[in-house]
């Protein structure tokens, strides 16, 4: 059988480096690592340069993209696994954050995303086959205080992801959705700007933005083990991939919280809810 191309954008460091870490290492797959600074790729030179690809992605830039997704195809003819693990973070209260680097954050977080999927997505189709793994975050599904530009991101890339996989399902080609908690990447750190509360009524949340700061580097998730889970689900598991998979233990309780409160909720209200529709004919 043909080896499975896995293409990953962000892949410098945090998740995406210990994925392309652990894929490197399969004599059974292609990589394509990509990266803003390819040099930052230089973790991959030990291994088989023989399957490994490494190309400059920035996500925001469409002609890079299309680039991309040609010089794989020219190289392995296919393109099977979609990761798309680039991502910033931003802290500041909803008032306060600042409007253009927000933007750009959707613009990496989801228009990134979604302009990768598209390039890609047409082969997917024509092989009638492909999974797409899209990062989201525990962040996609419950909402902090001081992040909720991020969460408007990955809540974002949550309905984009859900919708696709139902337009996409018949076609072969599978949507997943990774929910993670807190993880020890560069993430919090160097990829989160920070804005501090200069409003007295928001000055309770000063200490939850420098908490975030202090923590950075010390969080309980282990990418490389979500790494593993990952490479485990689309390798073994591709027939029963499930389209949320939370990582961390943070991350699964907080969803299963959410949930439950939620479907409480939703039950209680449900006879009002109801009673909004046109009268029965
Ligand atoms: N760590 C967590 O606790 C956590 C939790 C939930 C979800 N996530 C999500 O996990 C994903 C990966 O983040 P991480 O935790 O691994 O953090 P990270 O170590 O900071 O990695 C972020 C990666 O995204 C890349 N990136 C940023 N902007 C880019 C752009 N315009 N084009 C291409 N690549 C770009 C960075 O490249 P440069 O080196 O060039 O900056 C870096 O490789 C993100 O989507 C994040 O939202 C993280």
């Not at 393109?79 to 910033?88: H, K, M, R, S, W």
């Not at 997917?124 to 001081?146: D, E, H, K």
């Not at 933005?209 to 591709?238: L, S």
Request: charge should be negative.
């Amino acid at each position: 059988m043909a080896n499975k191309t896995w293409l990953i954008t962000g892949t410098s460091t945090g998740f995406g480096r210990s994925l392309a870490t652990l894929l490197a290492q399969k004599t059974d797959l292609n990589l394509v690592a990509t990266a803003r600074h390819t040099d930052q790729l230089d973790y991959l030179d030990q291994y088989d340069h023989g399957q490994i690809q490494k190309l400059t992605l920035d996500v925001t830039d469409q002609a890079q993209i299309k680039d991309v997704v040609k010089a794989v195809k020219d190289r392995f003819g296919t393109i099977d696994v979609l990761v798309n693990n680039a991502g910033l973070g931003y802290f500041g209260t909803f008032e306060e954050s600042d409007r253009d680097a927000v933007r750009y954050m959707f613009d990496v977080n989801v228009w990134g995303l979604v302009d990768m999927t598209r390039a890609v997505l047409p082969i997917m189709r024509q092989q009638r086959n492909g999974i797409i793994v899209n990062f989201s975050s525990i962040a996609g599904l419950f909402s902090f205080p001081t992040t909720s530009f991020y969460h408007g991101t990955k809540y974002a890339v949550e309905g984009l992801s859900e919708s696709l996989a139902k337009e996409v399902g018949e076609l072969g080609i599978k949507v997943m959705l990774i929910e993670p908690s807190g993880f020890r990447t560069d993430w919090a750190g160097r990829s989160s700007q920070k804005a501090m509360p200069a409003i007295d009524d928001y000055a309770e949340f000063k200490g939850s933005i420098e908490w975030n700061e202090q923590t950075a580097h010390h969080e309980d998730g282990d990418p490389d083990k979500a790494a593993e889970i990952i490479y485990d689900q689309v390798t073994n598991h591709a027939d029963t991939l499930p389209l949320r998979l939370p990582l961390g233990k943070f991350a699964t309780d907080m969803a299963i919280d959410k949930y439950t409160k939620t479907l409480a909720d939703f039950k209680q209200l449900h006879d009002l809810s109801a009673s909004a529709d046109q009268p029965e004919k």
